[in-house]
T-cell receptor, first 112, second 117 residues
């Protein structure tokens, strides 16, 4: 059974810092991995999707990497802003399972 | 493109009543939709996979007679919480897999917050 772990569970940084969020998964037989953002009481916003054959994806200040063999992904946020404050969720789609398995999330607070 | 809507966005009901939540893919067809549940300060947990024209597949521990799923068309799936109780209070989120999509990407609805008094 796939398990997804995110570290740290919470993170507080001053505005302008670069930061890295970590995600690990136990079964490397994945189809893709997605990073989402969730604001309090809201739904999910998809940030980046990495196919299993890809190593990284970039969108603006965000860069996500994937090392399938080691079961790890990182989300790099450059020059953090207070508006980046949210919970970031990592989710994987296995090759044999169409639904996503989510990690427990990292709650990020960027202080002005 | 690839927008998924949910209705209602929030609902408060008395214990024992049934609540129906709709999930619609607005600009694409989805043969498969998924229903997730999120309790406060927890992550999303898959409840069931909804397949158009066939029975839903439920995850272990999810009561199929309590959480009725109907996927009657390629753009609509409904989740009915029957005889709701306070422990069913949660955030319910659906996602839809684009039938013609290239990367199996799932698109999520905005969620429905259910509070059972």
């Amino acid at each position: 059974k796939q398990e997804v772990t995110q570290i740290p569970a919470a993170l507080s940084v001053p505005e302008g810092e670069n930061l890295v969020l970590n995600c690990s998964f136990t079964d490397s037989a994945i189809y893709n991995l997605q990073w989402f953002r969730q604001d309090p009481g809201k739904g999910l916003t998809s940030l980046l999707l990495i196919q299993s054959s890809q190593r990284e994806q970039t969108s603006g200040r965000l860069n996500a990497s994937l090392d399938k063999s080691s079961g790890r992904s990182t989300l790099y946020i450059a020059a953090s802003q207070p508006g980046d404050s949210a919970t970031y969720l990592c989710a994987v789609q296995g090759t044999g399972r169409r639904a996503l398995t989510f990690g427990s999330g990292t709650r990020l607070q960027v202080q002005p | 493109g690839a927008v998924v809507s949910q209705h209602p966005s929030w609902v408060i009901c008395k214990s024992g009543t049934s609540v129906k939540i709709e999930c619609r893919s607005l600009d694409f067809q989805a043969t498969t939709m998924f229903w997730y549940r999120q309790f406060p300060k927890q992550s999303l947990m898959l409840m069931a996979t909804s397949n158009e024209g066939s029975k839903a597949t439920y995850e272990q521990g999810v009561e199929k007679d309590k959480f009725l799923i109907n996927h009657a068309s390629l753009t609509l799936s409904t989740l009915t919480v029957t005889s709701a109780h306070p422990e069913d209070s949660s955030f319910y989120i659906c996602s839809a897999k684009h039938s013609g999509g290239l990367y199996n990407e799932q698109f999520f609805g905005p969620g429905t917050r259910l509070t059972v008094l």
